[in-house]
């Protein structure tokens, strides 16, 4: 397995460029959450000229719908939701100034060429591993569009927040380069 | 004739528990199917996976937290005997409350929404129910909490006789490959051949409800199952996507007389914490 790097956000150009597939990366610091109903909204703010409702640049967005928060706790399960929904969102925010995501499965070939032009990361968490993920998340807020319910924006704190690079500012793609090794038909 | 009666209130109280369950309590199979290939994956970061998922069930089942946000849609199977009389309310509004107490009582998320105006309905409602009228004075509630990586990768397809059996092999081999780690492999598949347009996919996700190890019957079809699992396995993708040796924890093939212009074949896919619950009144 890669080495393991600890970052922080906001994620910078050179930060990103000491990333490679493979790599392992325990993230602490903001995510902001958002899937497809929150991705659309984003994308009509961009092209309408207008603000969003947080800071893009160095930010990292997760992929993610948490399940609501039993009493006493931050966050309910909050794993990974498949990447691929938000390809075609995602291209306009890397040009914005995002620098990271986080998901599961493949990325379209715009998203890999936006992160290669405006340097850009893609991770990836373990899908249905959201009981266990859940425990790095230390503080969840609503900061947009509450009214999507599991879908609302989020701003998250963490703390080593487990993930693997998949796609690294330098083209490469991880699942590629796996399904290489061990493909036997 | 006697008629056994039995009360919509349990047909919800039991409705409820079972989602509960089904959404934090993997079954032993799944479990036992993690730790072999814990044992078995040749791939590092593969094997990591299986160390999280294990990890992971144990949190979920101590703190009664939902293995996965992707808490699903429902799907309910009823076997209801022919000799049992429900009294004190309708069947399917019993099971529709039974999810909905369930789903707000078990924090779990509400993922329903109408498909014209994307609005949520709010209590992860309606449940989707297949009945099946049954000789006996039992009730028989399959629950199967099942989250959508998997079902958007699910297909159904009516080939013409011509493409054959070899055809039908290729076909759900190629479905997962080309479904690679949007799924949450390693997966488990689901195979519906025969029938019509909705028996096959009807048989291919009740084929999810037996469980992982578990071979068909028939030997023809469990033998099969055995090709199908090995040539899956050899694709590559494994856990997670990431690559390895295990993309597939199991296959199950159920299949239905179809007729004789065509072989309809259905590939549900179900991600590796395969969620369901089972109870008898």
Request: charged share 25%; proline share 5%; aromatic share 6%.
């Amino acid at each position: 397995m890669g080495k393991v790097t600890q970052i922080t956000t906001p994620l910078t150009d050179d930060m990103l460029e000491k990333l490679h597939i493979g790599d392992r990366v325990l993230i602490t610091g903001t995510l902001f959450t958002a899937r497809d109903a929150a991705h659309k909204r984003l994308v009509e703010l961009v092209r309408e000229g207008k603000a969003l409702p947080f800071d893009i640049k160095g930010a990292i967005i997760y992929y993610v719908g948490p399940t609501p928060p039993k009493p006493g706790s931050v966050i309910g399960s909050a794993g990974p939701t498949s990447s691929y929904r938000m390809d075609s969102y995602a291209p306009l925010l890397i040009a914005q100034g995002l620098k990271g995501m986080i998901g599961k499965g493949a990325r379209g070939k715009e998203v890999v060429e936006a992160m290669q032009k405006y340097k850009a990361v893609y991770f990836v968490a373990t899908g249905g591993a959201g009981a266990l993920i859940s425990k790095t998340i230390k503080k969840a807020e609503v900061v947009a569009y509450e009214d999507l319910g599991a879908e609302a924006i989020r701003k998250l704190e963490v703390e080593n927040f487990p993930a693997l690079v998949v796609n690294d500012i330098y083209g490469n793609d991880f699942y590629e380069e796996g399904w290489k090794q061990y493909k036997k038909v | 004739m006697y008629l056994r009666k039995i009360t919509a209130k349990e047909i919800t109280e039991t409705v409820r528990k079972l989602c509960i369950e089904s959404n934090t309590i993997l079954g032993d199979d799944i479990i036992e199917s993690y730790n072999q290939g814990l044992e078995k994956e040749v791939s590092p970061v593969g094997k990591d996976v299986f160390r999280q998922l294990l990890e992971n069930a144990k949190i979920a089942k101590d703190e009664s937290l939902a293995v996965c946000q992707d808490t699903g849609m429902v799907i309910v199977f009823i076997e209801l005997g022919q000799d049992v009389h429900v009294v004190g309310g309708n069947v399917n509004e019993a099971i529709t409350e039974g999810v909905r107490q369930g789903y707000k009582d078990g924090c779990f998320r509400a993922s329903t929404l109408d498909p014209l105006t994307r609005k949520n309905l709010g209590d992860n409602t309606p449940p989707v129910i297949h009945v099946e009228v049954v000789p006996g004075n039992k009730l028989k509630l399959s629950v199967l909490t099942k989250g959508f990586g998997g079902e958007m990768m699910s297909r159904v397809i009516a080939f013409p006789p011509a493409v054959g059996i070899e055809g039908v092999k290729r076909y759900v081999v190629e479905r997962v490959e080309e479904s690679g780690a949007n799924p949450c492999p390693p997966v488990i598949v689901g195979v519906g051949i025969g029938g019509t347009f909705e028996k096959a996919a009807i048989i291919a996700k009740k084929a999810l409800l037996r469980p992982v190890g578990k071979r068909h019957s028939h030997p023809e079809i469990a033998k099969l199952e055995e090709e199908l699992l090995k040539k899956i396995n050899q694709l590559g993708i494994g856990p997670q996507g990431l690559g390895g040796t295990i993309t597939a924890l199991d296959v199950h093939i159920e299949t239905y007389p179809t007729h004789i212009a065509s072989i309809p074949v259905a590939v549900n896919i179900q991600c590796h914490s395969n969620r369901h619950r089972e109870a008898i009144l």
